[in-house]
């Protein structure tokens, strides 16, 4: 189980966990726990290290921040132990979580399981802060943050957990965003594949690193709410959305416990920013000029695409880059003019990526066009078009976004049929 | 160094503290730093615990407190580093510091200084959280509240320091309180005996148990203010107080650097309570009733007096605790009333102990009845008296304390010869 921030935002809310955690036990279940920082104490560990020294060394940075975790860590287990349940904390560098690479951004290597199942196995609950490791050199390292996610699979793998519950402020995954469309429905289940495009273009419930980790050893994740549990209703009644493998997902539908979509869900992100670069030379290796100097200064380039120009020898590059990076991309790209050759840079931050996902689409064509077709009926114009295997993704104009995901939404019979509401109007 | 909780109050305090750090450095020192948590972080993190366990488990509560030093530490490193200056934390489990004993009141068994010392030679400045140890099972211990001087003197003894520097809210140890006699004088030194006596009655500048192993493995002591220091006037230019051996206090005299006194300081302490229990049968064995449960419920037990009672074979016994444990103590004497024989017990919070320290009493007499009679005159009743090698205290009415300090101040002949004032009036 693991439980995020805003759950553990101070004694009473981690008395609620501490219930929920304690009634799994109460089922006969053995039970580690992974917990995040109290809501805001990590942006305030971080502000100290600012303040205190703006090129921080990554590895006291490290050193500071994971106190956060290891507070709360401590503050379940005694809560656990006041409810009569035998717990205790495992930090990071008791187990420990072995991390390999940079300090702040660290990645877990392999967790020394042994000691955890030994302690369970006696009906102990271990609880385990996340977001920690320990370096080969013996320092407190960090994953990143949202790192707390990635540590709750990587302990579920290193123990064979049945399943990794992750308790978070929503109740699980939604086929859209429910603050768009009223008419979005929980998900019973997706496949890592589509929570990995989903997470990617926006629907933030994971972080991506975890749902890959989960992929690669085969962790069954259950992403539910920690605010829907009491006594009366408890957690278990409100289960939340499944992540699994497309095999598990086949036999869910087999069994008739999940219905088979051709669309999964629909995400939106406005976090990217468009460039584009008039008139570059039409010659082998000028877009190498371009996008090799963005590569190495780890700005993730998104949609490219390449229109022809107005005179012969000349074409229109149009790519998309994280909004954050817009500036810096800007200037990198100026100081090489002369080398790419083009004649003017225009940017447009006012975008939208409006993606449909679904594992459904590697058996069925047709997919792409109903959403050309439906997003032209409402007038909204098509900027840039990416497609994988299971998502096509679309570049429009920002205002248009919460349109664009409702007419998608019911043009792919996503809406919910008892709710009554007017989004796709 | 090491540095208290006011002195590492916030990012701006710990510039100030990492610049003092750094002139010792640039002084061509090597250099450790112990820090306490920023002032009033422990009691926040002491006050989740009670919050989430009133009966809390020690092991826990050491996991949940140590994350205050574990913060500052990096932080220091880090400004340390901001202003150019190799430092790198050594959190208590890294070094490590192997304690012995209860979780939460642990005692360091011994430090690994050897990575330290190799650190420090490169010119890297240790940081070290205080407070924190790491236990035989391989768990975060602390050693009670106050633990950090005791870090600070054990690490010193491991590294084999030169100096120990102990910086705090006050320039010093004073011949007596300030804020009673403005005529009270900064010492330049006392032995590790007197600032024992001194520290345990009441004049708290540094944690009684810091003293002790300052005396024990030789580590010679000072006592600074972090308050005085700036780039103008470095706190080198305020010396503070040196806790030395007694032979290197002979040296000191010798050289006439520090003035033979008969007595060091006055001490006053208006914590204690008295308790006195009339008509015990005075037969072997009642005293051990009296004062057995109380050992062992770890009630510190300080003055005894035994009158003669009104009848034959009885006796009225008189003795001080701590007031916190009055309560506690009345209720277990009340308990064992028929055992021990007494008629009533009445108490007294109203008073305080006086103590005159100073080892120039060992080889002159007639200190015990300089105080007698300079009480006497002012009309001051003593109600009790103890003495040891090198203290003489009394208990008297708590109204007095000031008088009593101040008559005494002048009668050791104590007071700064360059102040005007009325102290002792």
Redesign the interface.
Same mark, same amino acid.
């Given at each position: 189980m693991k439980f995020g921030g805003t759950s553990m935002a101070g004694?009473e809310r981690?008395?609620r966990v501490a219930n929920i955690v304690r009634r799994q036990a109460a089922g006969g279940n053995q039970v580690a726990v992974v917990v995040s920082a109290m809501a805001g104490e990590t942006d305030r560990?971080v502000n100290?290290?600012r303040?205190?020294? %703006?090129? !921080? /060394?990554p %590895?006291? !940075? /490290?050193?500071?921040v994971?106190?956060?975790e290891?507070?709360t860590?401590?503050?379940?287990?005694?809560?656990l132990?006041?409810l009569g349940q035998p717990a205790?904390?495992w930090?990071g560098?008791?187990l420990p979580i072995h991390t390999v690479e940079n300090h702040a951004k660290a990645l877990i290597d392999r967790i020394e399981g042994s000691g955890l199942v030994a302690a369970m196995e006696t009906g102990q609950i271990a609880v385990i802060p996340g977001f920690q490791g320990l370096s080969e050199e013996?320092?407190?390292t960090t994953l990143g943050r949202g790192g707390s996610d990635t540590s709750a699979v990587a302990v579920a793998a290193a123990i064979g957990a049945d399943r990794c519950d992750i308790y978070t402020d929503v109740d699980g995954v939604y086929t859209t965003d429910p603050r768009i469309v009223a008419k979005a429905r929980k998900l019973k289940a997706v496949t890592y594949e589509e929570m990995l495009e989903l997470a990617s273009v926006g629907a933030k419930v994971l972080q991506t690193r975890s749902v890959g980790l989960a992929m690669r050893a085969g962790v069954r994740v259950q992403v539910l709410s920690s605010f829907v549990d009491d006594d009366a209703t408890p957690a278990d009644d409100h289960p939340g959305t499944m992540i699994v493998s497309e095999d598990e997902m086949n036999e869910l539908v087999e069994k008739g416990e999940v219905e088979r979509q051709l669309v999964t869900g629909i995400a939106h992100d406005k976090n990217e920013a468009k460039i584009i670069l008039t008139r570059v030379p039409d010659r082998p290796g000028s877009v190498a000029h371009i996008f090799d100097p963005l590569a190495k200064a780890a700005i993730n380039v998104d949609m490219i695409i390449q229109n022809v120009g107005r005179d012969k020898g000349e074409t229109d590059v149009t790519f998309t880059v994280p909004q954050a990076d817009l500036a810096r991309a800007q200037a990198m790209l100026n100081d090489r003019r002369e080398e790419i050759g083009f004649n003017r840079i225009i940017t447009d931050s006012k975008i939208a990526k409006i993606s449909v996902v679904g594992v459904g689409m590697k058996s069925h064509a047709g997919v792409a066009s109903t959403m050309f077709s439906a997003l032209a009926e409402r007038g909204i114009n098509i900027q840039a078009i990416t497609t994988s295997e299971i998502k096509v993704s679309v570049l429009i104009d920002e205002d248009e976004t919460e349109l664009a995901v409702r007419v998608l939404h019911t043009a792919y019979g996503l809406d919910a049929p008892d709710t009554v509401g007017d989004e796709a109007a």
């Amino acid at each position: 189980m693991k439980f995020g921030g805003t759950s553990m935002a101070g004694t009473e809310r981690i008395r609620r966990v501490a219930n929920i955690v304690r009634r799994q036990a109460a089922g006969g279940n053995q039970v580690a726990v992974v917990v995040s920082a109290m809501a805001g104490e990590t942006d305030r560990l971080v502000n100290f290290c600012r303040e205190a020294n %703006a090129l !921080y /060394d990554p %590895a006291e !940075y /490290d050193v500071v921040v994971a106190s956060g975790e290891q507070v709360t860590s401590g503050l379940l287990a005694l809560t656990l132990q006041s409810l009569g349940q035998p717990a205790r904390s495992w930090l990071g560098w008791q187990l420990p979580i072995h991390t390999v690479e940079n300090h702040a951004k660290a990645l877990i290597d392999r967790i020394e399981g042994s000691g955890l199942v030994a302690a369970m196995e006696t009906g102990q609950i271990a609880v385990i802060p996340g977001f920690q490791g320990l370096s080969e050199e013996g320092r407190v390292t960090t994953l990143g943050r949202g790192g707390s996610d990635t540590s709750a699979v990587a302990v579920a793998a290193a123990i064979g957990a049945d399943r990794c519950d992750i308790y978070t402020d929503v109740d699980g995954v939604y086929t859209t965003d429910p603050r768009i469309v009223a008419k979005a429905r929980k998900l019973k289940a997706v496949t890592y594949e589509e929570m990995l495009e989903l997470a990617s273009v926006g629907a933030k419930v994971l972080q991506t690193r975890s749902v890959g980790l989960a992929m690669r050893a085969g962790v069954r994740v259950q992403v539910l709410s920690s605010f829907v549990d009491d006594d009366a209703t408890p957690a278990d009644d409100h289960p939340g959305t499944m992540i699994v493998s497309e095999d598990e997902m086949n036999e869910l539908v087999e069994k008739g416990e999940v219905e088979r979509q051709l669309v999964t869900g629909i995400a939106h992100d406005k976090n990217e920013a468009k460039i584009i670069l008039t008139r570059v030379p039409d010659r082998p290796g000028s877009v190498a000029h371009i996008f090799d100097p963005l590569a190495k200064a780890a700005i993730n380039v998104d949609m490219i695409i390449q229109n022809v120009g107005r005179d012969k020898g000349e074409t229109d590059v149009t790519f998309t880059v994280p909004q954050a990076d817009l500036a810096r991309a800007q200037a990198m790209l100026n100081d090489r003019r002369e080398e790419i050759g083009f004649n003017r840079i225009i940017t447009d931050s006012k975008i939208a990526k409006i993606s449909v996902v679904g594992v459904g689409m590697k058996s069925h064509a047709g997919v792409a066009s109903t959403m050309f077709s439906a997003l032209a009926e409402r007038g909204i114009n098509i900027q840039a078009i990416t497609t994988s295997e299971i998502k096509v993704s679309v570049l429009i104009d920002e205002d248009e976004t919460e349109l664009a995901v409702r007419v998608l939404h019911t043009a792919y019979g996503l809406d919910a049929p008892d709710t009554v509401g007017d989004e796709a109007a």
